[in-house]
């Protein structure tokens, strides 16, 4: 600390009363005050530690049903005087004001209590910490003399730093005031998305009352917290620079959150990938596997078992997925793992792995292998960086049902089409448009992605089937979104499909359904769109 005495006085007031009374007996055996307030105070009596009242501090009893009690001069002025400068040490000398050196507080659980079923205006409201911000902004500020805790997994770092050296390097309090500042941003952005949810209505006896609702799907205002939890490499290419980020004070999840069991350093293009194969791969009920390359799927298959599934995805395109990342939505198996060690990929991810199929991967060290943890992800909005500004939609988490297809050509799809075509259907949502996908018997056979003409991507998955050996005869295809002319149809009927699903929607939806009707093709539409950019 500045002072040449370190820390003697500690003011704790925590919410999160998690290992604080084992704090604060660190902090008594090495000779510190403790001044605290309320709950705090009674729990570290209850835990033999002698502690000092925030209103014997202040001369001020606690007021407003605790709303008030450290919003004192006494209090606020014993944090912010600056130990270096004589006219702030004349002051406090005047005003009686004692040095607090060390700030302990977390805050009200304002998300979590916004989270609960059923929570009401007042419970809202009355969840929005005053003091407790006030404080940690105020050590924050000062923090080349006070050290600010908000966060009880750093009671420990500070016990031994404190026993070792009874006071706090500059370097620590930096290091703290910045993760307090961050914290109370955070907790200052979560208010304000919850009081979106505020309304002021009339009551039904004339009085004015106010209501809570949903968040809007689209908010007025967005705050995003973000912390690093892993630097990359280098992003997309070597000359940039580029980290993965969680939201700020939750635990990782998702993709972020898996474990990562062998392998080298996960690339910027890799977890790229990886999001895209698990979003593919999760979409099926049997086991599937999704293989990805350039985030764009190379081949899918949902079979009986995971092995027959793979085999078949890799049948798709084995020479675009060398170099690729995979998807299981099943534990990978000792017989899956014995087909996958033949492939050169880049990455594997799975929501776990037999111990048999670890031995076998095990000999290749520079394959990533990702365990996915049961936690879900927070339900958050897509967002994408434009110059001067960020765009933000819902996910596209659509589901087509066999109810939802209406039948438009003079032929329906065959129980077994209308299989494969909803099988397809959950892929092209997942190809980069315009997007193309061959299907048949729960498998890709033939995949055109990103070409700027609709005919151009049957054109390359005709290409591509042939190039792999797979008789497009027999199979149906989907179209992300409506086929502008008719020529799109004509050449995956000419190619051997029989069966064809797409939004429909078209100027040209006639001359489409006709060339379906002279070629004999089913044809329905899902009314629905899945552009991919």
């Known amino acids: 600390m500045a002072g040449e005495l370190g820390v003697v006085r500690a003011l704790i007031s925590v919410f999160d009363k998690t290992g604080v009374v084992e704090f604060a007996r660190e902090l008594a055996s090495l000779g510190v005050e403790i001044v605290s307030t309320g709950g705090t105070a009674r729990l570290l009596r209850e835990g033999g530690i002698e502690v000092r009242d925030v209103a014997e501090l202040t001369g001020w009893p606690e007021m407003l049903g605790g709303r008030v009690k450290t919003l004192h001069p006494k209090v606020h002025a014993g944090i912010l005087f600056q130990r270096g400068k004589a006219e702030d040490r004349k002051q406090a000398g005047e005003h009686g004001i004692v040095p607090i050196d060390l700030v302990v507080v977390n805050l009200y659980p304002f998300a979590a209590t916004a989270a609960k079923p059923g929570v009401t205006p007042e419970e ?260 994408k960086r434009i110059s001067g500004g960020m765009l933000a939609q819902e996910p596209d988490r659509h589901e087509m049902a066999e109810v939802d297809l209406k039948v438009v050509t003079e032929r329906a799809p065959t129980p077994a089409e209308t299989r494969a075509l909803l099988f397809a259907w959950k892929v092209s949502k997942h190809v980069k448009s315009n997007a193309i996908v061959f299907a048949r018997e729960g498998r890709t056979v033939g995949v055109g992605a990103g070409q700027m003409s609709r005919v151009d991507s049957v054109k390359i998955a005709v290409i591509k089937a042939a190039t792999n050996g797979l008789d497009l005869k027999g199979s149906v295809v989907a179209s992300d979104a409506f086929f502008p002319f008719a020529d799109g149809v004509e050449e995956a009927g000419r190619a051997g499909a029989t069966a064809v699903i797409q939004p429909g929607g078209s100027v040209r939806d006639a001359d489409v359904i006709a060339a379906a009707n002279q070629l004999g093709m089913a044809m329905v539409f899902s009314g629905v769109r899945h552009f991919r950019h």
């Open 124 to 383: 809202l409201i009355e969840n929005i910490d005053i003091g407790g911000p006030a404080m940690v902004r105020s050590a924050a500020k000062n923090f080349q003399s006070v050290g600010v805790v908000t966060d009880p997994g750093d009671y420990a770092g500070i016990a031994a730093e404190l026993r070792e050296k009874r006071e706090l390097s500059l370097a620590t309090r930096l290091n703290l005031a910045r993760k307090a500042y961050a914290r109370t941003a955070r907790y200052d952005g979560e208010i304000a998305t919850e009081l979106e949810r505020l309304s002021v209505t009339d009551g039904a006896a004339g009085g004015i009352g106010i209501v809570i609702g949903a968040l809007e799907k689209l908010p007025q205002r967005m705050h995003i917290a973000l912390e690093r939890r892993q630097s990359m490499r280098y992003g997309e290419n070597p000359h940039q620079a580029a980290a993965l980020y969680i939201p700020a004070g939750y635990p990782a999840a998702g993709l972020a959150g898996a474990r990562q069991l062998q392998g080298k350093e996960l690339s910027y293009n890799n977890l790229v990938d990886l999001d895209s194969a698990w979003a593919l791969a999760k979409e099926f009920h049997r086991p599937a596997v999704a293989i990805i390359k350039h985030n764009n799927p190379c081949g899918v298959a949902e079979q009986e078992s995971l092995a027959e599934a793979y085999v078949k995805a890799l049948e798709c395109d084995p020479v675009s997925a060398f170099g690729g990342v995979l998807a299981f939505n099943r534990a990978l198996d000792a017989a899956t793992a014995e087909e996958v060690a033949k492939l050169f990929v880049e990455c594997s991810v799975a929501p776990g792995y037999a111990a048999a199929a670890l031995e076998k991967l095990g000999a290749k060290k520079n394959l990533r292998l990702l365990e996915m943890q049961s936690g879900e992800a927070l339900e958050e909005l897509d967002l």
